[in-house]
């Protein structure tokens, strides 16, 4: 996972698609996101090599981290729309609703792993559920996000649980039983799709689109209509 975060975004940036000319918000969210990615890897590494005291220690700078995560995913993706910037692959409502829900998801299923640390069979297998649940921007930039139109969403999210269901397949294969852990977390992952993939055809977030955006330049960008492609 770590590995396509870093291609993710390296790609994009390679190939001039994405820079550093962004505003300082977006830095700091980048920074933020990475820093969890970079903190998830530490706490494998800890764990499995056996230094449970600095795991420990480790594992409470990342409880406040992902308050972080949640503030800044959110004010990014409120300030794209406004501007009238969301991804053309993407309906506006569609994604403004996608992402924040998306992080709000993450941080559910990783306190709920924190909860359960004394019980590491759950802890372990509910934070890669967490992890996986904001996988979908690395996925987006490596995936023909274009040609999924109208499927991106769920393109990207089947992508996403590749994730658990490796972790699925390793429990059948070494004890020919799937760990309740997974099932529990699978199931959040796809009950935040599907209040993602209906409120954004609904009423309710219609309106919510059109408070978000009202008074800027993105209240004139029809919320269920597709982006124009970039020219070129």
């Given at each position: 996972?770590?590995?396509?975060?870093?291609?993710?975004?390296?790609?994009?940036?390679?190939?001039?698609?994405?820079?550093?000319?962004a505003p300082l918000?977006?830095?700091?969210?980048?920074?933020?996101?990475?820093?969890?990615?970079?903190?998830?890897?530490?706490?494998?590494?800890?764990?499995?090599?056996?230094?449970?005291?600095?795991?420990?220690?480790?594992?409470?700078?990342?409880?406040?981290?992902?308050?972080?995560?949640?503030?800044?995913?959110?004010?990014?993706?409120?300030?794209?729309?406004?501007?009238?910037?969301?991804?053309?692959?993407?309906?506006?409502?569609?994604?403004?609703?996608?992402?924040?829900?998306?992080?709000?998801?993450?941080?559910?299923?990783?306190?709920?792993?924190?909860?359960?640390?004394?019980?590491?069979?759950?802890?372990?297998?509910?934070?890669?559920?967490?992890?996986?649940m904001i996988m979908g921007p690395?996925?987006?930039?490596?995936?023909?996000?274009?040609?999924?139109?109208?499927?991106?969403?769920?393109?990207?999210?089947?992508?996403?649980?590749?994730?658990?269901?490796?972790?699925?397949?390793?429990?059948?294969?070494?004890?020919?039983?799937?760990?309740?852990?997974?099932?529990?977390?699978?199931?959040?992952?796809?009950?935040?799709?599907?209040?993602?993939?209906?409120?954004?055809?609904?009423?309710?977030?219609?309106?919510?689109?059109?408070?978000?955006?009202?008074?800027?330049?993105?209240?004139?960008?029809?919320?269920?209509?597709?982006?124009?492609?970039?020219?070129?």
């Amino acid at each position: 996972m770590a590995v396509i975060n870093v291609a993710g975004f390296g790609v994009q940036n390679a190939m001039g698609r994405s820079s550093f000319s962004a505003p300082l918000i977006v830095h700091a969210h980048a920074l933020v996101f990475f820093g969890w990615v970079a903190i998830y890897v530490a706490q494998n590494v800890l764990a499995s090599t056996g230094s449970l005291a600095l795991h420990r220690k480790l594992g409470w700078i990342a409880a406040g981290w992902m308050s972080a995560m949640v503030v800044l995913g959110t004010i990014v993706t409120v300030r794209m729309v406004r501007a009238g910037h969301a991804p053309f692959f993407f309906q506006p409502a569609y994604f403004l609703i996608m992402n924040p829900v998306g992080v709000l998801t993450f941080a559910g299923l990783s306190t709920w792993a924190i909860v359960l640390r004394r019980q590491t069979d759950w802890h372990k297998r509910l934070h890669l559920c967490g992890m996986a649940m904001i996988m979908g921007p690395a996925l987006g930039r490596l995936l023909p996000a274009p040609l999924l139109i109208p499927y991106t969403g769920l393109s990207i999210f089947a992508a996403m649980l590749v994730f658990p269901f490796a972790g699925v397949l390793v429990d059948w294969r070494r004890d020919q039983t799937v760990h309740r852990a997974w099932l529990s977390g699978i199931a959040v992952m796809a009950a935040a799709q599907l209040v993602i993939e209906v409120s954004a055809r609904t009423s309710v977030g219609i309106a919510l689109y059109a408070a978000v955006v009202s008074g800027s330049p993105g209240s004139g960008v029809p919320p269920r209509a597709y982006p124009p492609f970039p020219a070129g």
